[in-house]
């Protein structure tokens, strides 16, 4: 199968169903359980206030004063979603496992926006996940960056195994990610890369709302497109997720465990 072929089994999944998958992955994102890392990257607050400071100086001042106030409001907001994202980003992503598999398994009508917090019971399981997979990545990315985008795509699949296999650990549910994506990171990359016409085209507002806070526009209309964008990327994050989904049902269907603890299926 190819990237063309997970897509279509995500539009096929979440025909009907874009609500209720939109949703999810709009509070799977504020609470870090995205599974597929989102679909662009992200802007920092030391970014943020380096481009606000050069603008200064073409922006009318009451303006400039109500966005200072927004970037602090912003950092602030920002402590307290990374403590969010700490405790319930790894359960989450166990619950936003359940909610895709059951959204691609099925006609769609048994993913539910329960699922979300429906694993809580593994809380251990979930922070440790999130902690391990973190760690490794990170220690990948000292050496260069091109190991910890393999590595990355290496345990992409570690939220999906542990989700269904509760006998395993969270380092044995990385083991065997790591295991069944041999030979399918590239293909993983190319499922993603495919997404990028349309993570360009979510991008089309927030560029057209930058130009209008440059002239001096009107900042209602600045943060409608701000709006815009946001709305267009939480679409496009459900589609991403369902089409991973698609993707790991495809690559694990005739894995057979290797880990210690489990039996061969």
């Known amino acids: 199968m190819y990237a063309s072929d997970f897509r279509a089994i995500a539009r096929d999944a979440l025909r009907g169903r874009w609500l209720v998958a939109v949703i999810t992955a709009f509070i799977a994102g504020i609470i870090g359980a ?29 303006v ?17 979603m990374l403590i969010v994202k700490l405790v ?23 993913a539910t926006f329960a699922d979300l ?9 979930g922070f440790l996940m999130s902690l391990l997979t973190g760690l490794y990545i990170f220690f990948w990315l000292l050496l260069f960056v091109i190991p910890g985008i393999i590595k990355t ?38 499922l993603n890369l495919s997404f990028i016409g349309w993570s360009l085209l979510c991008a089309v507002p927030s560029v057209i709302g930058g130009v209008v806070l440059a002239t001096g526009g009107s900042i209602v209309l600045v943060a409608i497109f701000a709006i815009i964008t946001v709305i267009a990327s939480v679409f496009l994050q459900a589609y ?26």
């Not at 966005?67 to 307290?80: K, P």
């Not at 319930?88 to 048994?110: C, E, M, P, T």
Request: net charge negative; charged share 20%; glycine share 10%.
């Open 34 to 62: 995205q599974i597929s890392g989102g679909s662009g990257g992200s802007v920092s607050i030391s970014d943020s206030s380096k481009d606000l400071s050069e603008l200064s100086q073409y922006l009318n001042p009451d």
């Open 64 to 80: 400039y004063g109500m966005i200072s106030a927004l970037l602090g409001g912003a950092v602030v907001m920002s402590v307290i």
């Open 88 to 110: 319930l980003g790894g359960v989450g992503k166990l619950g936003y496992a359940r909610f895709n598999l059951n959204l691609i398994d099925g006609d769609g009508r048994a």
């Open 117 to 125: 917090f429906s694993q809580f019971d593994r809380w251990v399981d």
């Open 153 to 190: 795509l290496s345990y992409a699949m570690t939220p999906y195994i542990l989700y269904e296999r509760r006998d395993l650990s969270a380092n044995e549910a990385i083991t065997e990610s790591r295991r069944i994506m041999d030979g399918n990171k590239f293909r993983l990359f190319c």
């Open 240 to 265: 991403i997720e369902a089409a991973h989904a698609a993707f790991y049902r495809e690559v694990s269907a005739d894995a057979v465990c290797s880990c210690p603890n489990c039996e061969n299926i």
